[in-house]
């Protein structure tokens, strides 16, 4: 663990927010809603939480971070180049032929990415397997996955949930990122998934519930999911807002999948400026 306090973090978050809106901006491209709602997580985790080293991003003993959720990955783009993985310059080739930083995580490209993501519903898959790996080698390392509401429907994150109780990783932390908006196709309709958090202690896991945007309850969850050792899986599930910060992207699923043009780009940063 990292000694960064509740307000560092907040400090961080926000910036990795302005980061994000202006990497989509420039490309013209990206998921800028479920980017925001998971900064507060995504944070915590890289700031406070994960034993990471990114001098050495292959660390055998390193905690690894799954972004089950892949096409949210400009929040994740920020935080590896603000942890230094690589220069923040390459946050302007987001989406660029030939970049590192594609539009969902390659783990081939980007330094810091520990496996690629973006086929919904796999990540949670991958992390159990990370976890269980720990498990058998005797290592201590920890797996952090980060999963949507939307993707909760997909069978294969409650088998692999079922496969996390069975063989007790209690060394795995899943954030279900609860931000209430999952659309289809035509984003004319909102599809609510009910209560994620019950459906995990169903399955065996400590379940946390907090405001997935509130820092404070975000570091006292995993402060619990990190010190409790009790052969339970653990869920934080965060309710959280898409578009967290900026005013005209919060609860609007509009803004799941396109980019700012320049004035709302400035009207997001001098909002995110101001808190």
């Known amino acids: 663990m990292q000694e960064v306090s509740v307000s560092e973090l907040k400090v961080i978050a926000n910036d990795l927010r302005k980061k994000v809106v202006t990497m989509i901006y420039k490309a013209q491209s990206g998921h800028p809603g479920g980017s925001l709602s998971a900064a507060e997580f995504v944070t915590a985790a890289y700031f406070r939480e994960m034993n990471i080293d990114p001098a050495d991003p292959k660390w055998p003993d390193r905690d690894r971070f799954v972004l089950s959720k892949g ?3 400009p929040i994740q783009y920020a935080a590896l180049a603000t942890k230094g993985y690589f220069e923040e310059s390459v946050l302007d080739t987001l989406r660029k032929e030939g970049s590192i930083l594609q539009g969902h995580p390659d783990m081939k490209k980007c330094p810091g ?21 720990a498990k058998m080698d005797g ?35 899943v954030f279900v990122d609860h931000n ?9 309709e909102v599809m609510p998934n009910g209560d994620l958090g019950a459906k995990f202690r169903e399955f065996g896991f400590d379940t946390y519930e907090i405001d997935g945007n509130d820092m404070a309850q975000m570091v006292a969850a995993l402060e619990l999911a990190r010190v409790v050792k009790n052969g339970r899986p653990k ?5 959280t807002v898409k578009g967290k910060g ?24 001098e909002e995110l400026n101001g808190q």
């Open 113 to 133: 990415i520990d496996i690629s993501t973006g086929s919904l519903g796999q990540g949670l898959a991958c992390g159990v397997g990370m976890a269980l790996a």
């Open 139 to 173: 290592k201590d390392y920890r797996v952090y996955c980060a999963i949507g509401d939307g993707e909760s429907q997909e069978g294969e994150i409650w088998e692999a949930a079922n496969t996390a109780h069975k063989y007790a990783l209690d060394n795995l932390v």
């Open 180 to 188: 209430n908006l999952q659309i289809d196709g035509t984003c004319d």
């Open 235 to 239: 869920c934080i599930y965060g309710h």
């Open 246 to 269: 900026v005013s005209y992207m919060e609860n609007s699923c509009a803004w799941h999948g396109i980019a700012p043009n320049k004035a709302e780009r400035d009207q997001a940063i």
């Open 71 to 73: 096409h949210v990955c």
